[in-house]
């Protein structure tokens, strides 16, 4: 029996989306469309006779034959990678000290990390997770040689996309309808949290702080236990908590700019030059 053979761009999206949860978000770090990409998944479901994922409203499911496929998908881009590595460069080591804060490390990271893993396997990556307030000083200090932060100005590193800040509550508190309205907030150096102030402010909209945290764990279980609403990156958003806005009478928020900041005292090292190349060739954003 002929089989249609497997094309890389095919399986590189589908772990792709896979990684990233949907279509839309997965689209940007393939540097495609995500009519594009959606096509290259339906050419994956011709070719391997049954569809490889199940796309609902809100997430998508991977198939029984998806989850089979999945693993010799990763396998083949990561061999993929070797072949590359040993055919256009000699193997780096050495190690890599990076700075990602939480709400951006599952949606950008994975997929960063996992194109670097597969073609230099020699390098240790020493993981920071922190808010970006903490990993710019690091940064700055030669602490840490490479971090994914919010800009808290237009110089800072290399932009590498725009991150919208969004409202979320828990449904079944409502507590978007409380008059002063109980937020959650990051600290006080925060610019999603000098967003919320501002755009309340300009709304005139009485408010109070009932939850301070620096960790996105500790924001959404403000959110889950009906203590307070929050302002969060949208890609730190779970799908079981509804993006809140007008209609709940919430003012618009403004839009992060995410950067790559790399530390002077790292230039011209090869294992963090290949990390910050592959960070901007697959999180910069693409018109």
């Given amino acids: 029996m002929n089989h249609a053979d497997l ?5 590189r999206a589908f772990v792709t989306v896979v990684d990233c949860g949907s279509l839309s978000a997965a689209a940007p770090l393939l540097h495609r469309s995500q009519s594009a990409v959606s096509m290259q998944i339906k050419k994956l479901d011709d070719a391997v006779g049954r569809p ?11 198939t029984p034959v998806g989850a089979e ?15 590359l590595e040993a055919l256009h460069g000699p193997e780096l080591s050495g190690r890599v000290r990076l700075g990602v804060p939480d709400d951006y490390a599952a949606t950008y990271l994975t997929p960063v990390l ?8 020699g390098v240790e990556i020493e993981l920071h997770c922190e808010q970006s307030t903490a990993l710019i000083p690091k940064v700055q200090r030669g602490e840490i040689d490479l971090a994914l932060v919010s800009r808290d100005k237009p110089s800072r590193g290399t932009l590498l996309f725009h991150e919208p800040l969004v409202w979320v509550g828990a449904a079944a508190f409502e ?12 600290e006080q150096a925060s610019q999603a949290r000098r967003s919320t102030i501002a755009a309340l402010t300009a709304q005139r909209r009485a408010y109070r702080m009932v939850y301070n945290s620096s960790s996105l764990a500790g924001q959404l279980a403000a959110v889950e236990s ?25 003012p618009p928020l403004s839009t992060m700019q995410v950067a790559v900041y790399r530390s002077q005292a790292s230039r011209h090292l090869p294992a963090v030059d290949a990390l910050f190349e592959q960070m901007v060739q697959t999180l910069s954003q693409t018109g």
């Fill in 175 to 186: 507590a978007w309808r409380r008059d002063p309205l109980p937020l959650a907030v990051y």
């Fill in 7 to 11: 094309q890389l761009d095919w399986l």
């Fill in 226 to 250: 009906g203590l307070a609403v929050a302002v969060l990156t949208r890609c730190s958003v779970p799908p079981h908590l509804p993006i809140l806005g007008e209609r709940q009478g919430l």
């Fill in 69 to 83: 496929l999945l693993g010799y998908a990763r396998r083949l881009l990561a061999l993929h990678g070797e072949t």
């Fill in 114 to 121: 996992r194109s670097y893993a597969s073609r230099h396997a």
């Fill in 52 to 62: 490889v994922l199940l796309r609902g409203p809100r997430h998508l499911e991977v």
